[in-house]
């Protein structure tokens, strides 16, 4: 039975933990394997580390409570694993699932996920639940 097509899907797992800025732990990682291929019977990835530094600074803007606004001047950087996969359309729920229970075991606030093309920040809650493993 085909599936019809599947969208390009991608998301990033960052190398540290929130909390305490420190690598995670490998079992966190086989857990993580486990998890899509027990739930997706497949897995791609991870590629390897990407490390993105944009050398200039970037302007911004942030909106602290609604106050007033708060001009800022950033650098750009990106430190994380990212785990390319497709899976048909119907079946995206459950990739979110599946990323809020990681983002709990790799001890991140928000997921980044794309989607055909779509960015989606996850955030991640406790009642979230973790990762078997």
């Given at each position: 039975m085909e599936e019809g097509p599947r969208p390009v899907s991608t998301f990033l797992i960052p190398v540290v933990r929130d909390s305490d800025r420190r690598p995670h732990a490998p079992v966190v990682w086989r857990a993580l394997q486990?998890?899509?291929?027990?739930?997706?019977?497949?897995?791609?990835?991870?590629?390897?580390?990407?490390?993105?530094?944009?050398p200039d600074a970037v302007p911004g803007a942030r909106c602290p409570a609604r106050g007033a606004l708060k001009r800022a001047r950033s650098r750009s950087r990106t430190r994380a694993v990212s785990i390319p996969f497709a899976v048909p359309a119907h079946r995206v729920d459950e990739v979110r699932a599946l990323l809020r229970r990681a983002g709990n075991s790799f001890d991140q606030r928000v997921m980044y996920l794309e989607v055909g093309g779509y960015a989606e920040f996850l955030e991640v809650r406790p009642e979230d639940g973790f990762l078997e493993g």
């Open positions: 486990d998890a899509l291929l027990g739930t997706f019977g497949a897995l791609t990835g991870p590629e390897p580390v990407l490390y993105y530094r944009k």
